[in-house]
């Protein structure tokens, strides 16, 4: 079983920033994608950013040049940098590990974490 532990959210004003981590453990071989979405109240979840394991991004419009991301494929771990911050990022965000392979495993599992909630308000 893999698990994925997010933390970093919290509350801060509109133009701030916040990191957000997320870290996978379990008997991990490779992960193929891993990428954070959000889900406001009332809306669908969305993707926010993503990035592959050669480190190739993509990242939804409203975000662009205000989120990044990066990961640590040594540690399993992907980061999701927020700066600029605006009331609409106000969600719930969650980390996604895509085409995760695990030890003695011969099939690729999604996996996602508990969610973290980001509040941007004055």
């Known amino acids: 079983q893999v698990h994925l532990v997010e933390s970093g959210g919290g509350l801060v004003q509109p133009g701030g920033s916040l990191r957000l981590s997320c870290a996978a453990s379990g008997s991990i071989s490779s992960i193929n994608a891993m990428g954070w979405y959000r889900q406001a109240p009332g809306k669908r979840r969305e993707l926010v950013a993503i990035i592959s394991s050669g480190r190739s991004t993509d990242y939804a419009d409203p975000v662009k040049g205000r989120f990044t991301i990066s990961r640590d494929n040594t540690k399993n771990t992907v980061i999701l940098q927020m700066n600029s911050l605006k009331p609409e990022d106000t969600a719930v965000y969650y980390c996604?590990?895509?085409?995760?392979?695990?030890?003695?495993?011969?099939?690729?599992?999604?996996?996602w974490g508990q969610g973290t909630q980001v509040t941007v308000s004055s």
């Open positions: 996604n590990a895509g085409g995760v392979y695990q030890i003695g495993l011969g099939y690729p599992r999604d996996y």
